[in-house]
């Protein structure tokens, strides 16, 4: 059996004000201050820190607000998407071709919270 190399990508979080939100985490983590918008990316703060994404919340807060995103070397994410079901996942969508920096599968874990597993291209 083949060791996972999954680390932690981002976190994502759906916010009312997405631009405060993500002053209050960059002020715990520890990252420069981000620029105002409708969506802000916190990059990580150190090698081995995390990025926080940042969006507006969509409707009222009885749903899910915050996700994971995985990320696996590039060219693994089909093979760890299949290992991740085998354990009781639940394949959502795919999304290969949004942007040309990543692609990634949304899952959903047993009790339904989804996460995205995400590999990006060799630069």
């Keep these: 059996m083949t060791t996972p190399q999954i680390t932690l990508g981002a976190i994502n979080l759906e916010a009312s004000d997405p631009t405060q939100l993500s002053r209050f985490w960059a002020s715990v983590i520890g990252a420069a201050p981000p620029a105002a918008g409708d969506t802000v990316y916190l990059p990580p703060a150190g090698p081995a820190g995390f990025a926080m994404f940042f969006q507006p919340l969509d409707g009222d807060r009885g749903h899910q607000t915050m996700h994971l995103d995985l990320t696996v070397p590039w060219g693994s994410r089909t093979a760890e998407v299949e290992r991740i079901i085998g354990l009781g996942a639940t394949f959502q969508w795919d999304v290969l071709d949004e942007v040309p920096h990543v692609q990634w599968t949304t899952l959903a874990d047993p009790e ?12």
């Design 112 to 123: 339904g919270n989804l996460f995205c597993v995400a590999e990006h291209p060799p630069a």
